[in-house]
């Protein structure tokens, strides 16, 4: 009878597994049925009634119909969004235009160049395209270009009139700096854009943008430093570009899980930032941005592992404060990761290894708590990231004020209770204060991460766990690659001219190179001879 149950069981599990994991099938496709595309008619009352059909019941698209000039049989029409264009600029330089100015087109309305008299000498724009298939028409208006149709020409006009309200340039929340620029990315494609270039005003700068996403049709910039960049990490991310066909992108994030190297592993081998000077800083290097509208965030690639611990205020001090900054980070970065571990690994098995005040002190304050060093741990880091994300999602005025008080009245609650020693709640106040040094979110939630394991082999087979898991952590780096370069450059392979700007940062005036793998189609950053020098002090002589 047993045997009889677990066979049905089985076959249960079986089953929700493979609906599970059930691939759909190519011939259903990805995204919304486009259908076969018509040609642009000569007909105006077909074009429109075609584009009516297309935008049922679609109450913000908006089909104005008109006649061209006084006392002219001509017929026209603009289609466009209401809400993503300028209507003050299509009635003056448009509507108005048409209405009033078109007695010119009695000789040509009718001929062969109707179409260029019109862009020429009617369509006062700066960026007029000419589509001849619904399709095109269709994609221009719902990215909030506006479209105008005339009656006997048989293709249509794609004007930029776009103009939608949006968020202004702020300071991003994320990357904060003492020292450095205040800007930060925007959910407009075209305005970071323009950050970029203000910052690097040289024509090897370039956009490359294509639209990503059956349904929303997102456009994803390609930017690259011409001359600079390695022509092979361009190819890659363009041919992983190409391969992603999904319903929508609505974010960067959606592109960096289909485009990144090692989707399973806990660290990212694709960075993001919304400053616009640590993009520019990082396509002065060699890397490659991908830059995706509607959102304020941005991917470089390619990364290593000692960038994640680089900030871009790294390079706006002197040099002496920021190489300190930067080796307080990787120690720190130890303290997040290995404190709670050594801790339960000490205590539990090397008790030895403490002084003998140290560790009666200790054996004092844990004497009563129920749990083991183990459990005790677990409990508070899990209630500490609970914490954490509570003051994340609640309204920013009150967030941080729960997480705070929060974090007090719990481990002072707990440790009167008898729940948890005191030494406990200071090792896990520090592992989370060193957490919060780490400058990239992405790479400081790896280390959140990869410290519950750490402390599992810590209580199992004490400092020999811990090493066990660091060579499990070093050899899964090691193998690690983004976009075709080793994760852990410079270390592996090791580039000794890269490690000026690795553990410390030195003076600019020694930083002549860029790195070997990024920029090898120009590693010369600056010219040699840069170290300043006092002048010559000149003697005053007595006349």
Known sequence: MTIIVGDIMLNQWKKLLKKVFHKPSNTQGTGADRGQDIPVSADLAQNVACLRSVFDRCSDIIVREFDVGPGISLRAAIIYVDGLVNKKMLSDDLVKTLMYEAGKLKEKASGKNAA????????????????????DLVDSVLTGETILLVDGINSGFALSAQDWVQRGLQEPDTETVVKGPREGFNENLQTNIMLIRRRIKSSGLKFETVKIG???????????????????????????????????ILESGYIEELIEDAPLSLFPTVQSSERP???????LEGQVAIMVDTTPFMLLVPVTFPQL?????????????????????????????LLPPLYIAVTTYHQEMLPTPLLISIAAAREGVPFPAFVEALIMETTFEVLREAGVRLPRNIGQAVSIVGALVIG?????????????????????????????????????????????LAAGLGLFGIMVGLLAVLIHLSSLRSFGMSYLQPLTPTVWRDFKDMFLRLPWWMMDTRPKLMGKMNTVREEPGQKPKAPKRVRRTMK
């Open 214 to 248: 059956e349904y929303t049709k997102t456009a994803v910039s390609i930017c690259y430093l011409e001359g600079v960049v390695n022509p092979k990490t361009v190819g890659e991310v363009k041919k992983r570009l190409e391969g992603i066909k999904v319903d929508g």
């Open 412 to 456: 002072q609650s707990a440790v009167t209770a008898g729940l948890v020693s005191p030494a406990m709640v200071i090792v896990v106040a520090l592992t989370a204060i060193a957490s919060f040094t780490l400058p990239s979110y992405s790479g400081a939630f790896a280390l959140r991460v990869l410290r519950f394991p750490l402390m599992a």
């Open 277 to 283: 000077d640590k993009v520019a800083g990082g396509l």
């Open 116 to 135: 260029d008299f019109f862009s020429e000498k009617l369509i006062a724009f700066t960026e007029v395209k000419h589509q001849r298939s619904m399709n």
């Open 309 to 337: 611990l680089q900030a871009s205020e790294d390079y706006y001090l002197r040099w002496p404060f920021a190489s300190f900054i930067r080796g307080i980070r990787f120690v720190t970065l130890n303290i997040a990761l």
